[in-house]
């Protein structure tokens, strides 16, 4: 899927730069990479979900904290 957003963010791009940007394609690009995103999104929390089930108390804090900082954008992030 990543690699289906980063085709489809070029080809947004290629569209935006044209003299006549064409604004129903653009949109409906816009729409496919927002629904790209929304799916990785989705295989991502069943992925984290399904990994969560085989933690105990503490693994499961640890792993939820490194996750929020790693989407805090903290550049110290290590596993625990």
């Known amino acids: 899927k990543k690699i ?4 489809l963010k070029k080809v947004l791009l290629d569209l935006m730069r ?5 604004r129903k394609s653009i949109e409906t690009i816009i729409a496919e990479i927002s629904n790209a995103q929304h799916q990785m999104q989705e295989m991502v929390v069943a ?3 399904e990994f969560k ?3 105990d108390a503490e693994q499961h804090r640890k ?6 900082g790693a989407m805090a954008g903290k550049k110290e992030m290590q596993c625990p």
């Open 4 to 7: 289906e957003v980063d085709r």
């Open 18 to 22: 044209t003299d006549k940007a064409d």
């Open 47 to 49: 992925h984290m979900l």
């Open 53 to 55: 089930s085989m933690l």
């Open 63 to 68: 792993f939820f904290d490194l996750i929020e």
